[in-house]
């Protein structure tokens, strides 16, 4: 399943999620345990932001995971 937020992220920053389907997965879990799929991408989006590199970047899962 593909999460649009972080399709809009890429186009924002020009670079590709290496591990986007992984960390859509890990998205959709938190939502379904009553996380805001919103307030998850915010996260991504802050995390590339402060450890932006051109082209491709793989986001920790860990900072969806840690989520409490």
């Not at 986007?20 to 998850?40: M, Q, R, T, V, W």
């Not at 995390?47 to 969806?64: D, F, M, R, S």
Request: glycine share 2%.
């Amino acid at each position: 399943m593909t999460i649009d937020e972080l399709d809009l992220i890429e186009k924002v920053y020009e670079l590709k999620i290496k591990n986007k389907k992984e960390l859509a997965e890990e998205i959709l879990k938190k939502s379904n345990e009553g996380h805001d799929i919103l307030f998850l991408c915010t996260i991504v989006n802050s995390w590339i932001a402060q450890n932006y590199k051109p082209g491709e970047i793989k986001v920790p899962l860990n900072i969806i995971k840690n989520v409490k």
